[in-house]
Protein backbone atom coordinates (compact mmCIF):
# COMPACT_ATOMS: atom_id res chain seq x y z
CA UNK A 1 0.00 0.00 0.00
CA UNK A 2 1.12 3.59 -0.83
CA UNK A 3 1.79 5.37 2.79
CA UNK A 4 0.67 8.74 2.93
CA UNK A 5 2.90 10.18 5.65
CA UNK A 6 6.08 8.99 7.18
CA UNK A 7 5.46 6.53 9.51
CA UNK A 8 6.08 2.29 10.50
CA UNK A 9 4.47 -0.49 8.68
CA UNK A 10 4.43 -4.01 10.13
CA UNK A 11 5.68 -6.20 7.39
CA UNK A 12 3.69 -9.64 7.51
CA UNK A 13 5.35 -12.59 6.14
CA UNK A 14 4.54 -16.18 5.13
CA UNK A 15 3.95 -18.45 7.86
CA UNK A 16 7.24 -19.74 7.39
CA UNK A 17 8.42 -16.38 8.27
CA UNK A 18 10.14 -15.90 4.77
CA UNK A 19 11.93 -12.67 4.52
CA UNK A 20 10.50 -10.05 2.34
CA UNK A 21 12.44 -7.22 0.17
CA UNK A 22 10.46 -3.60 0.64
CA UNK A 23 11.76 -1.66 -2.20
CA UNK A 24 10.68 2.03 -2.48
CA UNK A 25 10.80 3.37 -5.83
CA UNK A 26 11.73 0.48 -7.53
CA UNK A 27 15.08 -0.86 -5.32
CA UNK A 28 16.03 -2.86 -2.11
CA UNK A 29 15.74 -1.00 0.41
CA UNK A 30 16.46 -3.55 3.44
CA UNK A 31 16.49 -6.89 4.29
CA UNK A 32 13.41 -7.33 6.88
CA UNK A 33 11.37 -10.58 8.43
CA UNK A 34 7.78 -10.40 9.63
CA UNK A 35 7.78 -8.12 12.52
CA UNK A 36 10.45 -5.48 12.05
CA UNK A 37 9.30 -1.51 11.38
CA UNK A 38 10.43 0.05 8.81
CA UNK A 39 10.43 3.24 8.17
CA UNK A 40 9.74 4.27 4.48
CA UNK A 41 8.66 6.75 2.69
CA UNK A 42 6.19 7.11 -0.70
CA UNK A 43 7.16 3.03 -0.96
CA UNK A 44 4.65 0.59 -2.30
CA UNK A 45 4.41 -2.45 -0.18
CA UNK A 46 2.45 -5.37 -2.27
CA UNK A 47 0.46 -7.37 0.31
CA UNK A 48 -1.63 -9.80 -0.67
CA UNK A 49 -3.60 -10.86 2.25
CA UNK A 50 -4.73 -6.73 2.62
CA UNK A 51 -5.70 -6.34 -0.94
CA UNK A 52 -8.31 -9.16 -0.46
CA UNK A 53 -9.91 -7.73 2.41
CA UNK A 54 -10.00 -4.33 1.16
CA UNK A 55 -12.24 -5.45 -1.87
CA UNK A 56 -14.26 -7.67 0.29
CA UNK A 57 -14.77 -4.45 2.35
CA UNK A 58 -16.22 -2.58 -0.71
CA UNK A 59 -18.01 -4.95 -2.28
CA UNK A 60 -20.09 -5.04 1.02
CA UNK A 61 -19.90 -1.18 1.99
CA UNK A 62 -21.15 0.02 -1.04
CA UNK A 63 -24.46 -1.43 -1.63
CA UNK A 64 -25.37 -0.97 2.07
CA UNK A 65 -23.80 2.89 1.66
CA UNK A 66 -26.71 2.91 -1.53
CA UNK A 67 -29.46 1.43 0.07
CA UNK A 68 -29.26 3.69 2.88
CA UNK A 69 -28.89 7.06 0.44
CA UNK A 70 -31.78 5.85 -1.16
CA UNK A 71 -33.89 5.60 2.38
CA UNK A 72 -32.33 8.89 3.28
CA UNK A 73 -33.51 10.47 0.15
CA UNK A 74 -37.11 8.94 0.29
CA UNK A 75 -37.49 9.95 3.58
CA UNK A 76 -36.33 13.43 2.98
CA UNK A 77 -39.00 13.76 -0.23
CA UNK A 78 -41.64 12.53 1.86
CA UNK A 79 -41.66 14.74 4.54
CA UNK A 80 -41.18 17.66 2.33
CA UNK A 81 -44.03 16.72 -0.36
CA UNK A 82 -46.72 19.29 -0.14
CA UNK A 83 -50.20 18.38 0.81
CA UNK A 84 -52.55 17.19 -1.91
CA UNK A 85 -55.93 18.95 -2.02
CA UNK A 86 -58.68 16.76 -0.93
CA UNK A 87 -60.92 15.39 -3.46
CA UNK A 88 -64.86 16.12 -3.20
CA UNK A 89 -67.56 13.85 -5.01
CA UNK A 90 -70.45 15.39 -6.05
CA UNK A 91 -73.88 13.16 -6.57
CA UNK A 92 -74.89 12.96 -10.46
CA UNK A 93 -78.50 14.56 -11.27
CA UNK A 94 -80.26 12.96 -13.77
CA UNK A 95 -82.59 15.06 -15.79
CA UNK A 96 -85.93 13.40 -16.01
CA UNK A 97 -89.57 14.03 -17.43
CA UNK A 98 -92.80 14.53 -15.41
CA UNK A 99 -96.35 14.31 -16.35
CA UNK A 100 -98.57 15.94 -13.23
CA UNK A 101 -101.64 13.01 -12.70
CA UNK A 102 -105.07 13.43 -12.88
CA UNK A 103 -107.88 11.29 -12.32
CA UNK A 104 -110.08 10.15 -15.31
CA UNK A 105 -112.92 8.27 -16.36
CA UNK A 106 -111.69 5.59 -18.96
CA UNK A 107 -112.78 2.49 -20.70
CA UNK A 108 -109.33 0.63 -20.83
CA UNK A 109 -108.56 -1.71 -24.01
CA UNK A 110 -106.66 -4.67 -24.30
CA UNK A 111 -104.80 -6.17 -27.25
CA UNK A 112 -106.28 -9.48 -28.67
CA UNK A 113 -104.95 -12.12 -30.44
CA UNK A 114 -107.38 -14.50 -32.21
CA UNK A 115 -108.18 -17.63 -34.45
CA UNK A 116 -110.82 -16.76 -36.76
CA UNK A 117 -112.88 -20.19 -36.56
CA UNK A 118 -116.72 -20.82 -38.20
CA UNK A 119 -119.98 -21.97 -35.83
CA UNK A 120 -121.32 -23.85 -38.62
CA UNK A 121 -118.81 -26.00 -40.21
CA UNK A 122 -120.40 -29.05 -42.43
CA UNK A 123 -118.88 -32.17 -42.85
CA UNK A 124 -120.62 -33.62 -46.09
CA UNK A 125 -120.45 -37.74 -45.85
CA UNK A 126 -121.08 -40.10 -48.24
CA UNK A 127 -124.57 -41.52 -47.37
CA UNK A 128 -124.32 -44.83 -49.04
CA UNK A 129 -121.49 -47.00 -50.87
CA UNK A 130 -121.83 -45.35 -54.30
CA UNK A 131 -119.90 -43.74 -57.35
CA UNK A 132 -119.21 -39.50 -56.94
CA UNK A 133 -121.09 -38.09 -60.19
CA UNK A 134 -120.90 -34.40 -59.74
CA UNK A 135 -118.76 -32.31 -57.92
CA UNK A 136 -118.68 -29.22 -59.46
CA UNK A 137 -116.82 -26.65 -56.53
CA UNK A 138 -113.16 -26.90 -54.90
CA UNK A 139 -111.93 -25.93 -51.81
CA UNK A 140 -111.98 -22.47 -51.19
CA UNK A 141 -114.50 -21.32 -53.86
CA UNK A 142 -117.53 -19.18 -52.41
CA UNK A 143 -121.10 -20.87 -53.62
CA UNK A 144 -124.36 -19.54 -53.15
CA UNK A 145 -127.30 -20.57 -51.33
CA UNK A 146 -129.40 -23.73 -53.68
CA UNK A 147 -126.17 -24.11 -56.45
CA UNK A 148 -125.63 -27.65 -56.56
CA UNK A 149 -122.26 -28.99 -54.43
CA UNK A 150 -122.12 -32.45 -54.94
CA UNK A 151 -124.51 -35.44 -56.01
CA UNK A 152 -124.07 -39.55 -56.30
CA UNK A 153 -124.89 -41.95 -58.78
CA UNK A 154 -128.39 -42.12 -59.56
CA UNK A 155 -128.55 -46.17 -59.61
CA UNK A 156 -126.38 -46.08 -56.24
CA UNK A 157 -129.02 -44.27 -54.47
CA UNK A 158 -132.46 -45.81 -55.94
CA UNK A 159 -131.55 -49.22 -55.42
CA UNK A 160 -131.30 -48.87 -51.78
CA UNK A 161 -134.76 -47.59 -52.22
CA UNK A 162 -136.22 -50.80 -54.28
CA UNK A 163 -135.03 -53.02 -51.98
CA UNK A 164 -136.67 -51.26 -48.75
CA UNK A 165 -140.08 -50.90 -50.68
CA UNK A 166 -139.92 -54.71 -52.14
CA UNK A 167 -139.42 -55.50 -48.01
CA UNK A 168 -142.27 -53.25 -47.40
CA UNK A 169 -144.60 -55.16 -49.76
CA UNK A 170 -143.64 -58.41 -48.78
CA UNK A 171 -144.20 -57.75 -44.92
CA UNK A 172 -147.33 -56.37 -45.75
CA UNK A 173 -148.42 -59.16 -48.00
CA UNK A 174 -148.38 -61.23 -45.02
CA UNK A 175 -149.99 -59.59 -42.73
CA UNK A 176 -153.08 -59.79 -45.01
CA UNK A 177 -152.25 -63.60 -45.78
CA UNK A 178 -152.71 -63.68 -41.75
CA UNK A 179 -155.86 -61.75 -41.26
CA UNK A 180 -157.37 -64.41 -44.33
CA UNK A 181 -155.85 -67.17 -42.04
CA UNK A 182 -157.30 -66.17 -38.63
CA UNK A 183 -160.74 -65.75 -39.99
CA UNK A 184 -160.26 -69.13 -41.28
CA UNK A 185 -159.11 -70.24 -38.17
CA UNK A 186 -162.37 -69.19 -36.01
CA UNK A 187 -164.81 -70.67 -38.34
CA UNK A 188 -162.42 -73.85 -37.88
CA UNK A 189 -162.53 -73.77 -34.13
CA UNK A 190 -166.77 -73.16 -34.33
CA UNK A 191 -166.78 -76.54 -36.58
CA UNK A 192 -163.97 -78.57 -34.07
CA UNK A 193 -166.42 -77.81 -31.41
CA UNK A 194 -169.86 -78.69 -32.68
CA UNK A 195 -167.66 -82.09 -34.02
CA UNK A 196 -166.53 -82.22 -30.13
CA UNK A 197 -170.12 -82.26 -29.21
CA UNK A 198 -171.62 -84.53 -31.49
CA UNK A 199 -168.55 -87.06 -30.49
CA UNK A 200 -169.23 -86.73 -26.48
CA UNK A 201 -172.96 -87.57 -27.85
CA UNK A 202 -171.77 -90.54 -29.35
CA UNK A 203 -169.94 -91.95 -26.46
CA UNK A 204 -172.77 -91.34 -24.35
CA UNK A 205 -175.62 -92.93 -26.51
CA UNK A 206 -172.70 -96.26 -26.83
CA UNK A 207 -172.30 -96.11 -23.20
CA UNK A 208 -176.16 -96.45 -22.45
CA UNK A 209 -176.27 -99.35 -24.86
CA UNK A 210 -173.60 -101.04 -23.38
CA UNK A 211 -175.51 -101.18 -20.35
CA UNK A 212 -178.35 -102.81 -21.85
CA UNK A 213 -175.91 -105.21 -24.30
CA UNK A 214 -177.04 -103.99 -27.21
CA UNK A 215 -172.95 -102.72 -28.01
CA UNK A 216 -169.67 -104.38 -27.49
CA UNK A 217 -167.42 -102.97 -25.57
CA UNK A 218 -165.04 -101.98 -28.27
CA UNK A 219 -167.60 -99.88 -29.76
CA UNK A 220 -167.74 -98.07 -26.30
CA UNK A 221 -163.82 -97.84 -26.89
CA UNK A 222 -163.73 -96.74 -30.59
CA UNK A 223 -166.17 -93.84 -29.41
CA UNK A 224 -164.37 -92.53 -26.46
CA UNK A 225 -160.90 -92.32 -28.76
CA UNK A 226 -162.58 -90.11 -31.36
CA UNK A 227 -163.93 -88.02 -28.46
CA UNK A 228 -160.23 -87.51 -27.72
CA UNK A 229 -159.17 -86.66 -31.12
CA UNK A 230 -161.93 -84.43 -31.49
CA UNK A 231 -160.83 -82.51 -28.36
CA UNK A 232 -157.22 -82.08 -29.33
CA UNK A 233 -158.88 -80.71 -32.44
CA UNK A 234 -160.39 -77.94 -30.78
CA UNK A 235 -157.16 -77.15 -28.84
CA UNK A 236 -155.23 -76.64 -32.40
CA UNK A 237 -158.21 -74.88 -33.41
CA UNK A 238 -158.39 -72.29 -30.81
CA UNK A 239 -154.29 -72.55 -30.36
CA UNK A 240 -154.24 -71.32 -34.07
CA UNK A 241 -157.05 -68.55 -33.42
CA UNK A 242 -154.54 -67.16 -30.01
CA UNK A 243 -151.66 -66.85 -31.86
CA UNK A 244 -153.34 -64.68 -34.17
CA UNK A 245 -152.56 -61.65 -32.34
CA UNK A 246 -148.97 -62.64 -31.65
CA UNK A 247 -148.25 -63.22 -35.53
CA UNK A 248 -150.27 -59.82 -36.22
CA UNK A 249 -147.77 -58.03 -33.95
CA UNK A 250 -144.32 -59.15 -35.13
CA UNK A 251 -145.32 -58.68 -38.42
CA UNK A 252 -146.70 -55.27 -37.72
CA UNK A 253 -143.05 -54.32 -36.09
CA UNK A 254 -141.27 -55.79 -39.48
CA UNK A 255 -143.69 -53.39 -41.34
CA UNK A 256 -142.85 -50.68 -39.08
CA UNK A 257 -139.12 -51.78 -39.94
CA UNK A 258 -139.41 -51.96 -43.47
CA UNK A 259 -141.00 -48.40 -43.40
CA UNK A 260 -138.06 -46.91 -41.43
CA UNK A 261 -135.63 -48.96 -44.27
CA UNK A 262 -138.36 -47.46 -47.14
CA UNK A 263 -137.08 -43.83 -45.24
CA UNK A 264 -133.92 -44.11 -44.84
CA UNK A 265 -133.59 -45.25 -48.66
CA UNK A 266 -135.39 -42.03 -49.34
CA UNK A 267 -133.25 -39.47 -46.87
CA UNK A 268 -130.19 -41.27 -48.74
CA UNK A 269 -131.33 -40.40 -52.29
CA UNK A 270 -131.84 -36.73 -50.98
CA UNK A 271 -128.89 -36.39 -49.19
CA UNK A 272 -126.52 -38.32 -52.22
CA UNK A 273 -128.01 -35.08 -54.00
CA UNK A 274 -126.59 -31.73 -52.27
CA UNK A 275 -127.60 -28.54 -52.86
CA UNK A 276 -126.37 -25.49 -50.72
CA UNK A 277 -128.39 -24.50 -48.12
CA UNK A 278 -126.57 -21.27 -47.40
CA UNK A 279 -124.77 -18.72 -48.85
CA UNK A 280 -121.17 -20.06 -48.06
CA UNK A 281 -117.39 -21.39 -49.01
CA UNK A 282 -115.85 -24.72 -49.67
CA UNK A 283 -113.40 -25.33 -46.68
CA UNK A 284 -111.96 -28.71 -48.24
CA UNK A 285 -112.92 -31.67 -50.99
CA UNK A 286 -111.88 -35.12 -50.60
CA UNK A 287 -113.36 -36.82 -53.76
CA UNK A 288 -113.30 -36.29 -57.49
CA UNK A 289 -116.20 -37.09 -60.00
CA UNK A 290 -115.93 -40.99 -60.84
CA UNK A 291 -114.48 -41.99 -57.16
CA UNK A 292 -115.90 -44.92 -55.56
CA UNK A 293 -116.75 -44.61 -51.73
CA UNK A 294 -117.89 -46.27 -48.66
CA UNK A 295 -120.86 -44.95 -47.04
CA UNK A 296 -119.82 -42.39 -43.89
CA UNK A 297 -116.92 -41.69 -46.10
CA UNK A 298 -116.12 -37.82 -45.63
CA UNK A 299 -116.81 -36.17 -49.25
CA UNK A 300 -116.25 -32.22 -48.33
CA UNK A 301 -116.78 -29.72 -45.88
CA UNK A 302 -118.05 -26.26 -46.23
CA UNK A 303 -119.14 -23.82 -43.76
CA UNK A 304 -121.68 -20.87 -43.57
CA UNK A 305 -119.92 -16.97 -44.56
CA UNK A 306 -122.01 -15.68 -41.75
CA UNK A 307 -121.24 -17.72 -38.99
CA UNK A 308 -117.26 -16.87 -38.98
CA UNK A 309 -115.90 -15.67 -35.30
CA UNK A 310 -113.03 -14.30 -33.56
CA UNK A 311 -111.68 -16.57 -31.18
CA UNK A 312 -109.61 -15.64 -28.35
CA UNK A 313 -107.83 -15.28 -25.02
CA UNK A 314 -109.46 -12.52 -22.80
CA UNK A 315 -106.63 -12.47 -20.00
CA UNK A 316 -107.99 -13.25 -16.24
CA UNK A 317 -107.68 -10.03 -14.98
CA UNK A 318 -110.78 -8.62 -17.09
CA UNK A 319 -112.79 -11.41 -16.44
CA UNK A 320 -114.33 -9.54 -13.24
CA UNK A 321 -115.39 -6.72 -15.69
CA UNK A 322 -116.31 -8.96 -18.36
CA UNK A 323 -118.79 -11.01 -16.07
CA UNK A 324 -120.56 -7.83 -14.50
CA UNK A 325 -121.27 -6.33 -18.19
CA UNK A 326 -122.41 -9.52 -19.26
CA UNK A 327 -125.06 -9.55 -15.92
CA UNK A 328 -125.96 -6.39 -16.94
CA UNK A 329 -126.63 -6.51 -20.31
CA UNK A 330 -123.56 -4.70 -21.19
CA UNK A 331 -122.42 -4.10 -25.00
CA UNK A 332 -118.56 -5.57 -24.91
CA UNK A 333 -116.87 -5.05 -28.49
CA UNK A 334 -113.51 -4.92 -30.17
CA UNK A 335 -112.04 -3.15 -33.25
CA UNK A 336 -110.43 -4.72 -35.72
CA UNK A 337 -108.45 -2.13 -38.52
CA UNK A 338 -108.84 -2.63 -42.60
CA UNK A 339 -107.67 -0.58 -45.27
CA UNK A 340 -111.16 0.53 -45.45
CA UNK A 341 -111.07 1.78 -41.47
CA UNK A 342 -111.72 0.47 -38.26
CA UNK A 343 -114.62 -2.59 -37.56
CA UNK A 344 -116.19 -3.27 -34.74
CA UNK A 345 -116.64 -7.31 -33.19
CA UNK A 346 -119.37 -7.25 -31.03
CA UNK A 347 -118.67 -10.04 -28.03
CA UNK A 348 -121.58 -12.79 -28.25
CA UNK A 349 -120.37 -14.91 -25.70
CA UNK A 350 -117.62 -16.93 -23.54
CA UNK A 351 -116.62 -19.84 -23.71
CA UNK A 352 -118.27 -22.46 -21.09
CA UNK A 353 -114.83 -23.39 -19.42
CA UNK A 354 -111.69 -21.42 -18.63
CA UNK A 355 -108.23 -22.29 -17.57
CA UNK A 356 -105.46 -20.25 -15.60
CA UNK A 357 -104.81 -17.98 -18.20
CA UNK A 358 -108.01 -16.76 -18.27
CA UNK A 359 -111.30 -17.62 -20.66
CA UNK A 360 -112.11 -17.67 -24.73
CA UNK A 361 -114.44 -15.10 -25.86
CA UNK A 362 -116.12 -15.00 -29.39
CA UNK A 363 -116.36 -11.93 -31.16
CA UNK A 364 -118.70 -11.71 -34.54
CA UNK A 365 -117.44 -10.89 -37.44
CA UNK A 366 -118.84 -8.33 -39.54
CA UNK A 367 -120.08 -8.79 -43.34
CA UNK A 368 -116.52 -6.69 -44.42
CA UNK A 369 -114.67 -9.15 -43.12
CA UNK A 370 -116.36 -12.37 -44.34
CA UNK A 371 -113.21 -12.86 -47.15
CA UNK A 372 -111.54 -14.31 -44.06
CA UNK A 373 -110.98 -17.98 -43.66
CA UNK A 374 -111.40 -20.29 -40.53
CA UNK A 375 -107.95 -20.54 -39.11
CA UNK A 376 -106.81 -16.52 -39.94
CA UNK A 377 -105.14 -15.09 -37.06
CA UNK A 378 -106.47 -11.56 -36.18
CA UNK A 379 -105.19 -8.81 -33.43
CA UNK A 380 -108.05 -7.02 -32.12
CA UNK A 381 -108.35 -4.15 -29.35
CA UNK A 382 -110.96 -5.33 -26.89
CA UNK A 383 -112.68 -2.07 -25.18
CA UNK A 384 -113.73 -3.17 -21.60
CA UNK A 385 -116.44 -1.18 -19.33
CA UNK A 386 -115.42 2.09 -18.20
CA UNK A 387 -113.50 2.90 -14.99
CA UNK A 388 -113.58 5.54 -12.91
CA UNK A 389 -110.58 7.61 -10.86
CA UNK A 390 -108.03 5.87 -13.33
CA UNK A 391 -104.74 7.64 -14.38
CA UNK A 392 -103.66 7.44 -18.28
CA UNK A 393 -99.88 7.59 -18.19
CA UNK A 394 -96.91 6.87 -21.01
CA UNK A 395 -95.79 3.23 -21.02
CA UNK A 396 -92.46 4.87 -20.72
CA UNK A 397 -93.29 5.73 -16.91
CA UNK A 398 -94.05 1.30 -16.32
CA UNK A 399 -91.30 -0.17 -14.71
CA UNK A 400 -92.43 -4.06 -14.67
CA UNK A 401 -95.89 -4.00 -14.95
CA UNK A 402 -96.83 -2.88 -11.29
CA UNK A 403 -93.85 0.11 -10.19
CA UNK A 404 -93.83 4.13 -11.33
CA UNK A 405 -91.72 6.38 -9.55
CA UNK A 406 -92.62 10.27 -8.62
CA UNK A 407 -90.73 12.97 -7.73
CA UNK A 408 -90.63 14.36 -4.19
CA UNK A 409 -87.98 17.01 -3.03
CA UNK A 410 -86.08 16.29 -6.04
CA UNK A 411 -85.56 12.45 -5.49
CA UNK A 412 -87.65 9.52 -6.90
CA UNK A 413 -90.04 7.53 -4.91
CA UNK A 414 -91.15 4.10 -5.92
CA UNK A 415 -95.34 3.94 -6.25
CA UNK A 416 -97.29 0.26 -6.39
CA UNK A 417 -99.71 0.30 -9.21
CA UNK A 418 -102.36 -2.09 -11.06
CA UNK A 419 -102.15 -2.16 -15.03
CA UNK A 420 -105.93 -2.31 -15.93
CA UNK A 421 -105.21 -2.07 -19.50
CA UNK A 422 -104.14 0.33 -22.28
CA UNK A 423 -106.63 3.39 -23.88
CA UNK A 424 -105.87 5.71 -26.82
CA UNK A 425 -104.52 8.95 -25.70
CA UNK A 426 -104.15 11.80 -27.97
CA UNK A 427 -103.19 9.11 -30.69
CA UNK A 428 -100.82 7.46 -28.43
CA UNK A 429 -101.35 4.31 -26.45
CA UNK A 430 -100.96 4.68 -23.00
CA UNK A 431 -101.33 1.97 -19.84
CA UNK A 432 -104.22 2.66 -17.19
CA UNK A 433 -103.24 2.86 -14.11
CA UNK A 434 -104.95 2.31 -10.84
CA UNK A 435 -102.89 1.87 -7.21
CA UNK A 436 -100.63 3.89 -4.52
CA UNK A 437 -100.03 6.92 -7.12
CA UNK A 438 -102.74 10.19 -6.23
CA UNK A 439 -103.86 13.04 -7.98
CA UNK A 440 -101.26 16.19 -8.34
CA UNK A 441 -98.35 14.04 -7.91
CA UNK A 442 -95.24 14.13 -10.64
CA UNK A 443 -94.89 11.02 -12.58
CA UNK A 444 -91.68 10.05 -13.69
CA UNK A 445 -92.20 9.22 -17.91
CA UNK A 446 -88.18 9.27 -18.57
CA UNK A 447 -87.36 5.24 -18.11
CA UNK A 448 -84.20 5.57 -16.09
CA UNK A 449 -82.59 1.93 -16.42
CA UNK A 450 -80.70 2.36 -13.02
CA UNK A 451 -84.20 4.07 -11.14
CA UNK A 452 -84.04 3.33 -8.02
CA UNK A 453 -85.65 4.97 -4.46
CA UNK A 454 -83.87 8.12 -3.59
CA UNK A 455 -82.19 8.55 -7.01
CA UNK A 456 -81.48 12.54 -7.33
CA UNK A 457 -83.05 13.84 -9.93
CA UNK A 458 -83.81 17.49 -12.26
CA UNK A 459 -87.03 18.29 -13.93
CA UNK A 460 -86.88 19.24 -17.31
CA UNK A 461 -88.95 22.71 -17.19
CA UNK A 462 -90.24 23.20 -20.82
CA UNK A 463 -90.71 18.97 -20.90
CA UNK A 464 -92.78 18.99 -17.68
CA UNK A 465 -94.66 22.20 -19.07
CA UNK A 466 -96.12 20.15 -22.35
CA UNK A 467 -97.03 17.18 -20.03
CA UNK A 468 -98.99 19.12 -17.61
CA UNK A 469 -100.49 20.80 -20.51
CA UNK A 470 -100.88 17.85 -22.66
CA UNK A 471 -102.35 15.73 -19.12
CA UNK A 472 -104.84 19.01 -18.86
CA UNK A 473 -106.00 18.14 -22.36
CA UNK A 474 -107.02 14.64 -21.73
Not at 417 to 433: D, I, P, S, Y
Not at 448 to 471: C, D, F, H, M, T
Request: glycine share 6%.
Amino acid sequence: MRCAHDGYCVVSGSPYNDPFYLTCEARPLAFARPGFFVSIKDSLVPNPLSARRVAQLKSIVWPVLIVLGAILIFVLLKATKPDAPQATVEEKVWPVSVLSLQRQALSPSQSLYGRVESEQMVTLASPVTGVVAERPLLAGEAFRKGERLLALDGVDLSVPLARAQAELADIEAQRSAQMLTQTANRKKLVREKKILALKETELARNQDLLKRDLVSESAVDQAREALARQEYAVVTARLAVEQHETTLAKLAAQQKRAKANVREAEMNRERGIVDAPFDGRVASVSVSPGDRVSAGATLMRFYDLNSLVLRARLPREHLKGLYRAQASETNVQATFETPDGEVFLPLIRLDGEASASGVDGFFALPAALTYLRPGDLLSATLHLPKHEGVFAVPYSALYGTDRVYVVEASRLQPRRVTLLGQTEQAGQTWALLQGEIKEGERLVTTHLPNAVGGLKVSIKENVASERSELGGRL
